[in-house]
């Protein structure tokens, strides 16, 4: 017997006539979608919200009355929602963006007219809405992913993963992801060895988030630009709208940054990083998948758990979406299955074997 396939209810938050506009225009596109209200302000998103009770909110940041932010953490608090954020592309705003992530947003695009056409908005802000939809909400008490001291590497670990400098760690994530890779680099030392990242981000919102991870990370964190050396001691998070691969240069990596088509409906891939740490590092690399939505990533790992890396992904418990990591484990592509707060650990253990 086929089940009829859940429609999801947005409500749309956007103070722009225009935008809201264009957004229910696009969206109606999609059976699975529907447009049950919009709102022009967040007063008024609350009594819709109260009203019609909404499956996902597309929210603006810059609203009269109340920010998108203030907005985002009473609701958090007291009527959480799945929330997909929609904020124009400056510096200014990616920071804002990323602060809503730390507030419980699941998703951040770019509003219609700056980074997409509005022809261009429907497909990504889709899909962002059926992650949220798909997403574990929490309730939002202030607090980051809770560290254990069993996820700490030891102070002996440190010595050792200075002996390290020929490996590789490759993490991917998507939906709920830059909470997680926070997560994971916050627990490791100062010395591991070099990290390539791709975090489905768009383009210039890495930046931001690069340099938020590398104010509070022993290692080194920021966004790759061509030809940069993996080298321990730093990670290297794959910029907005650009794929990313692990290529070798004698006895050194680096990476590419290149276009191309979009895999799995992105750009930056993680499969298209991991099939190229497959083939350039091999048993010497580690790789991690971790929370997100959608399949990308889980041939990749498969494709460097048969080269002889070692591979592990979050588990179900632990992840905002378990998608990804999902489709990685039915491959057969993981070594282990991993909550989130034991990652760290584990990679450490692996690099010392």
């Known amino acids: 017997m086929n089940r009829e396939k859940k429609v999801i209810r947005v409500l749309v938050v956007d103070d722009s006539a225009v935008v809201r506009k264009v957004i229910c225009r696009e969206l109606e596109r999609f059976a699975d979608i529907e447009i049950v209200g919009t709102a022009v302000d967040p007063y008024v998103a609350r009594d819709k919200i109260v009203k019609l009770r909404p499956d996902v909110i597309t929210l603006d940041m810059e609203m009269p009355r109340m920010d998108g932010l203030s907005f985002l953490a009473r609701l958090m608090k007291h009527f959480p929602l799945p929330v997909v954020v929609l904020s124009s592309l400056t510096p200014k705003n990616s ?32 899909r962002a809405i059926r992650a949220a939809a798909a997403a574990r909400i929490e309730p939002r008490n202030g607090s ?7 996820s700490v590497p030891s102070m002996g670990s440190l010595s050792l993963l200075k002996e390290t400098t020929h490996k590789v760690i490759a993490i991917g994530a998507s939906t709920g992801g830059t909470k997680a890779i926070e997560a994971v680099l916050t627990c490791l030392p100062a010395t591991t060895p070099g990290i390539v990242i791709v975090q489905h981000m768009p383009e210039s919102f890495t930046t931001s988030f690069a340099q938020r ?26 910029p907005g709208n650009f794929h990313m691969v692990l290529r070798r240069s004698g006895a050194q990596y680096l990476v590419r940054i290149k276009d191309g088509p979009r895999v799995h409906y992105q750009r930056p891939a993680v499969d298209v990083l991991f099939q190229s740490v497959s083939k350039v590092a091999g048993k010497n690399a580690v790789g991690v998948i971790l929370t997100g939505m959608g399949a990308d990533g889980a041939k990749g790992l498969l494709a460097m758990h048969d080269a002889g890396a070692y591979t592990m992904a979050q588990d179900e418990a632990t992840c905002i979406v378990f998608g990804m990591p999902k489709e990685a484990i039915k491959l057969g592509g993981a070594d282990v299955v991993l909550p989130l707060q034991k990652i760290p650990h584990e990679i450490v253990k692996a690099l010392q074997k």
């Not at 056409?117 to 990504?124: C, E, L, N, Y």
């Not at 991870?213 to 794959?238: F, Q, W």
């Open 144 to 150: 980051r992913v809770p560290v254990t001291k069993a």
């Open 95 to 126: 920071e804002t963006a990323l602060k809503a992530l730390d507030l419980g947003a699941i998703e951040v695009l770019c509003k219609p007219g700056e980074a997409y056409s509005t022809k261009d908005i429907a497909g990504p802000l889709a």
């Open 213 to 238: 991870l590398n104010e509070i990370c022993r290692m080194e964190v920021r966004e790759a630009k061509d030809n940069d050396h993996v080298v321990p001691g730093v990670a290297l998070i794959a």
